[in-house]
């Protein structure tokens, strides 16, 4: 089945840091790919939708920023958070839709960010 | 405006059977998803309907009324491992996926 990777999935570092969060479609071509935020014990909130080629959409409330997006291929958006501080810490999950069909998004693994 | 709604949270016994309701309304429709999430982790897909009935998958099956905006995932046979949260998604004409809260769903012994 369709599989996305999203790595890495853990990280831990100090406050300032930028981190980068890469998402890779691995058996399909995605032209759009997503990124959520989830805070513990809430739902899924949707930051931005990445589009090859172009820029992100970001949701409202988002700071572009801040929360960097690149789509440089058809398998791959790399969410990269500048300067993190302790209330970005969260867990960010990416997802893909395969360009072939109106199916299911398909979602990676997440990254538990976890700022110092 | 775009919405889902969806119960909290829900229990039920385990062997037993539940069903777990969504309303959606939405700009245009193409489609509705149901996905597991378990604590912790990534939300997994379970289903998609797109035409009106019911959908079944094993022990899971989802229904669709696109003329009441209405889906629901039934669980049969509960197991312990069921215990999660239960994302209800719908697909508007701009094939952006809207949300629902989800649904955490408890299983007693």
């Known amino acids: 089945g369709a599989v996305v990777s999203q790595h890495p999935s853990w990280v831990i570092c100090k406050s300032g840091t930028s981190v980068k969060i890469e998402c890779r479609s691995l058996?399909?071509?995605?032209?759009?790919m997503f990124w959520y935020r989830q805070f513990p014990k809430q739902s899924l909130m949707l930051m931005a939708t990445s589009n090859e080629g172009s820029k992100a959409t970001y949701e409202q409330g988002v700071e572009k920023d801040k929360f960097l997006i690149n789509h440089a291929s058809l398998t791959l958006s790399t969410l990269t958070v500048t300067s993190a501080h302790p209330e970005d810490s969260s867990f960010y999950i990416c997802s893909a839709r395969d360009d072939r069909g109106s199916g299911p998004q398909h979602f990676g693994d997440g990254t538990r960010l976890s700022i110092l | 405006g775009q919405n889902i709604d969806q119960p909290t949270e829900m229990t039920a016994t385990e062997g037993a059977i539940v069903q777990i309701n969504c309303t959606y309304q939405t700009s245009g429709f193409n489609g509705l998803f149901w996905y597991q999430q378990h604590a912790g982790e990534a939300p997994t897909f379970l289903s998609y309907n797109v035409l009106d009935g019911l959908e079944e998958k094993g022990r899971f099956s989802s229904f669709l009324s696109r003329s009441k905006g209405y889906s629901y995932l039934l669980l049969k046979e509960l197991q312990m491992k069921d215990s999660a949260s239960y994302l209800c998604a719908a697909l508007d004409s701009n094939y952006q996926l809207i949300w629902g809260a989800g649904t955490k769903l408890i299983i007693k012994p």
């Open positions: 058996d399909f071509q995605a032209t759009t």
